[in-house]
């Protein structure tokens, strides 16, 4: 049981990592029908999952709505019932354009989706409020250099000197940039050690069976 | 030095052995060498019009390059198009009859350049006959036939050798420094406050009685964030089921759950506490963005959690799931590999794992000498790059030509 679930996921790994190394440098039609091959199987598993987090999903909210205990119980209760509703409906009536599945879809999850996106603006606001306080010279740094990126942005900016739309660019296209730059080189060696950790079975924290 | 070499790569040797061995399997069994470029060109001219063409360097086969410049300026005037024409050598009429060559492309006369993909077939030798047409499509010339031209796939891109060369020096290093880990080499690494907050966290959280979230973000399961945040997780529930704690874990993304799902088990089996492990709190949430971010906000405003943790890839969603919790007074930690989000982070979060530090979490944590050992080679290949960077900025101050490509791949494919 122990080589099916540590052994076997490890060579799997071993055996795909390589590849994919060899394949980034390999751009030969074999190589390329074999990548194709795995990626459509990646695809057939990821559409399988679908169905585990489904069971996982409707399991979790049935004890919750379930659990007379809990006043928060109606919340799961509406889950389970607007998921099984939608999808009797996409059985019953079709998933195409002007089904009632897709006017439901662009009438009521759409809209819902945007009312959370919009919250961004009033987070946005909060934080900021938190992060310029005038605390030490860094912060006060970060806060002249959010004043002047930020009327940069409006009319109003260039109104009070030509030079401030010209000091925002370059605060975006030099410290800004090196620092993004500085963080993006320590991420990818951070993502090549992490891989090779992995891909040779150091780090086995990622596969199943490694606790025990 | 093979004694030395021996020593330092016990393990790790063998799988370098295996890939050499496979590659070089390869490369025997292969009828085009490994390493060289196998490219037909030739070149055709007559007094109107000089064409060459090649098999595309650096491709997976079935393509040629064409290159074409028309001499005589009194035809490049009047024409208007340049229509390409191709056949299979030797099939067919005598040359110089373009009655078995096929149009495969209509092209502006302002183009000098055309990538021939069009149903082109690995070893098989094309002629190419060019017709330049007016306005009205009235030929003004139809050009000699050029060629043959033979495409052939490449087993190696060049271009991207400096790529090779850098991830084999890196892969080298962090090698050396987990064998010099595993020998027992005493290896300092410079302590993060955020790994350190971890487990304070958990702690405060026991002490309430209340339970931790952890957010594992929102990718896939062959994102290093994902498998770095994973392994974060891992090390965290042991510590949750020893304190007896509680932890729950909403997840995007199906294939993530089913891992979650099992590492957490697993860590609980590990600290001797599988009975603490509860099913319905690692569950699926949703796969879309912002009803994942909805419901996690309702989560916390329900649950209350003492620690919230934000670990893994992040998009918009990121302010919306720090600022609910900031607003719960849970102390939060976040870490994230996705350089747009962290400002957010670092605003709304009492402790952000910056970058590359969210991979060097799970190893800090775990206190596995192998992977401090990796974390050390990592350290050690930023100063190779440091290094490398530095030199190569004096050289193009000096004017060194090529400079800038040095660096630069070959692209994907």
Known sequence: MLFLKKTVPFLITLGMGIFTFMYYFMPHKHM????????????????????????????????????????????????????????????????????????????????????????????????????????????????????????????????????????????????????????LMGISIGVVATALKIILGIDKSVFSGAGK | MIKLSKKIFKVPVNVLLVTLVVTSCISLYLPIPLFAQESVSAAGASDVLILDGKDTPNDGGGSIDLKFEIKDKSILDKTYNVIIMRKIAGDGAVNGSTEDYKEVKQLDVSTKRYNDKKGIEDGIPYSYVVKLVDKSNNVLFTSPSYGPFISSPQWYNTEKTAVLILSIISIFIILLFINLAKQGRNLYIRPLAGIKAIEDAVGRATEMGKPCIYIPGISTIDDISTLASISILSKISEVIANYQSRIVIPNYEPIVYSVIDEVVKNAYVKAGRPDAYKQEDVYYLTGRQFAYASGIAGLMSREKPAANFFLGWFMAESLILAEAGAMTGAIQIAGTDSISQIPFFIVACDYTLIGEELYAAGAYMGGDSKLLGGLKGQDYVKLVLMIILVVLFFLKLAGVEGIDTLLVGGGGH
């Open chain 1, 32 to 183: 390329k029908f074999v990548w194709e091959n795995v990626s459509d199987w990646a695809i057939i598993i990821g559409g399988g999952s679908m169905a585990v987090g489904a069971i996982s999903m409707i399991r979790t909210y049935y004890r919750k709505s379930m659990n007379k205990e809990d006043p928060n119980r109606w919340y799961a209760v509406i889950t389970l019932v607007c998921m099984i509703g939608m999808t009797l409906i996409g059985f019953i009536f079709g998933i195409g354009s002007e089904t009632l599945f897709n006017d439901l879809f662009i009438n009521v999850m759409m809209p819902l989706e945007s009312t959370m996106f919009s919250l961004l603006a009033f987070y946005i606001a909060s934080a900021a409020f938190r992060s310029f306080r005038l605390k030490s010279f860094s912060a006060g740094l970060l806060l002249v250099a959010a004043i002047i990126v930020m009327l940069a942005q409006i009319p109003l900016g260039e109104n009070i000197s030509v030079h401030i739309p010209a000091i925002s660019s370059w605060i975006m296209d030099c410290p800004n940039v090196a620092a993004r730059r500085a963080i």
